[in-house]
Nanobody, 120 residues
Framework: QLQLEESGGGSVETGGSLRLSCAYG?????QGWFRQAPGKAREGLAL????????DYAASVRGRFTISEDIAKKTLYLQMNNLKPEDTAMYYC????????????????WGQGTQVTVSS
């Protein structure tokens, strides 16, 4: 029920938009989106906490990316607007059902990732 699968990645030009989707088996206490570029640490981008009642955005994407959820479809979304070359990375959906772990960003369920490439 914690299995995750991302989709929607692709290649776009600077200023373009993409919407990523993450299908999940069951809703978790915290869930959201991360990304990782080669040689860099994984970065939390847009995260729901407390069953979606709280939201946290990374400064690098705040104002450009929006996390949302369709509970009926069991799908998490990441709308990405005004994309920049530095947004190029593998994007992951992640979830954690234990609040204690969520508060420490110890996410234990991960999707396989979907590649986003932004060209100049």
């Amino acid at each position: 029920q914690l299995q995750l699968e991302e989709s929607g990645g692709g290649s776009v030009e600077t200023g373009g938009s993409l919407r990523l989707s993450c299908a999940y088996g069951a809703r978790s206490f915290c869930q959201g989106w991360f990304r990782q570029a080669p040689g860099k640490a994984r970065e939390g981008l847009a995260l729901f906490y407390n069953n979606g009642r709280s939201t946290d955005y990374a400064a690098s994407v705040r104002g450009r990316f929006t996390i949302s959820e369709d509970i009926a479809k069991k799908t998490l979304y990441l709308q990405m607007n005004n994309l920049k070359p530095e947004d190029t990375a593998m994007y992951y959906c992640a979830a954690e059902e234990v609040g204690y772990n969520c508060r420490r960003r110890r996410y234990n369920s991960w999707g396989q990732g979907t590649q986003v490439t932004v060209s100049s």
